[in-house]
């Protein structure tokens, strides 16, 4: 049984490989009808949140062009729709769009050939120290400056919550059934939804009422155009030292600023946060035990600092806004769940669970836990 699994499994890394040694010739033929120049292929992509891939190629004088490749037959956005969300933000993000070059389908493939500033994007940057820490929070404040300018000059008091591109109850469910599909250790988190969660030893909300709260979210009192996935691997940082928006399926009108805040917000949490130890998630007597130690580091603290303070600068918050920020930004923790497997790092399972259920029970009593919830603070340095 053993045996027949690893030859299915070499045999279907050949194949793969194979396919894209395929596609890579594909690409090359098409670059060289495109722009007249060889093009070699020298770079791939790290793993995002989908099965999609981006190769890089790079011309005779070192031009280089990014190829994203999506298999059609697995659900999502098509490239070309992708492409159109895109040019939403154009009057607001001029400069910082790459110029599509080609959008086209080749058997069961779509692919987008744009142009490419650098292979890293501000996280992989970030992770790999290329540039000193200032850099990173001056370009930081600087994209949230353009991205909040751009929310504040669409402002469209006509919201409809059906037009949002992130349809909130369409996404909830989404997240509700990925977070319930998932496993830790040998309990499969359904089984275990209506069990009161027990965090180092301080009694907790279960998770069906962790999501009860999450579909309290109220409607926003407007709509404003965005990036609709605006977070650091989305951003790449050039060798020139610029920014550009990349990863365009959620673009368009009639999003709300509160979901879009708790990303950036939130984002630095779910990539970066360190845990001190294995958890421990033990179910008894009908409770959900999770002991964990997190180290928040400072960087995160100004990163989230940075971009309180840009908020505050565009937009009053009211107190529903902050506790609707909060339920986003517990339904990205939760949300996250469902990657971990691709990033390699199931035992954040219990640290999700366990922050989301603290965000959300934050919202009620405003517990002093060390939490991972959103307080508007204003402290912070100016990075202009
Ligand atoms: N034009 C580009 N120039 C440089 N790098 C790019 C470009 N487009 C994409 N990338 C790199 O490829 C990564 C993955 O691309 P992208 O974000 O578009 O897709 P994804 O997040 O993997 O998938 P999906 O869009 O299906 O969720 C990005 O994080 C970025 O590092
Ligand atoms: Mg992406």
């Known amino acids: 049984m053993k045996k027949n699994s690893l030859k299915e499994n070499i045999i279907t890394n050949i194949f793969d490989n194979y396919k894209d040694i395929n596609i890579l ?10 722009i007249g120049k060889e093009c070699k292929f020298f770079y791939i992509s790290g793993p995002g949140s989908s099965p999609s891939k981006v190769y890089m190629f790079k011309d005779e004088e070192s031009k280089m ?57 501000f996280y992989t940057s970030l992770i790999s120290c290329k540039k000193p820490i200032n850099y990173y929070f001056k370009i930081w404040n600087n994209i949230l400056n353009e991205i909040m300018k751009m929310w504040k000059t669409s402002i469209d008091y006509d919201y409809k919550q059906n037009k949002n591109p992130r349809n909130n109850t369409e996404r909830i469910s989404r997240i509700e059934n990925g977070v319930f599909c998932s496993k830790y250790n040998e309990y499969k988190l359904k089984s275990i939804s209506d069990c009161k969660i027990i965090i180092n030893g301080k009694e907790y909300q279960s998770l069906n009422d962790t999501f009860d709260e999450i579909k309290n979210i109220s409607s926003p009192t407007f709509g404003i155009t965005c990036h609709g996935d605006p977070q650091p691997s989305n951003i790449i940082i050039s060798n020139k030292n610029k920014w550009y928006l990349v990863d365009w399926e ?48 400072e960087l995160i603290d100004k990163f989230q600092l940075i971009s309180n303070k840009v908020l505050k ?71 202009e």
């Open 250 to 297: 959620w673009s368009g009108k009639n999003h709300d600023f509160r979901l879009m805040f708790s990303h950036l917000y939130g984002w630095w949490v779910t990539r970066m946060i360190n845990i001190k130890n294995t958890p421990e998630f033990i179910v008894e007597n009908n409770k959900l035990i999770i002991n964990y130690e997190i180290c928040k580091n």
């Open 25 to 34: 010739y594909i690409i090359n033929k098409l670059l060289y009808t495109l």
């Open 313 to 383: 600068k565009y937009f009053d918050i009211s107190v529903q806004d902050e506790k609707d920020i909060n339920r986003f930004l517990a339904l990205l923790y939760l949300g996250d769940i469902r990657f971990l497997d691709i990033w390699d790092k199931p035992d954040y399972l219990p640290i999700l669970i366990g922050e989301a259920t603290k965000t959300i029970n934050y919202l009620k009593f405003q517990s002093e836990d060390i939490n991972l919830n959103f307080t508007y603070k204003n402290e912070g340095d100016e990075y």
């Open 65 to 121: 062009y990014a190829v994203k490749i999506c298999d059609t037959n697995i659900s999502r956005v098509s490239l070309l729709k992708e492409v159109n969300n895109m040019e939403s933000l154009t009057p607001y993000l001029k400069g910082h769009l790459p110029k599509i070059i080609y959008v086209g389908t080749y058997e069961n493939y779509e692919l987008m050939i744009s142009e490419c500033f650098g292979i890293d994007n």
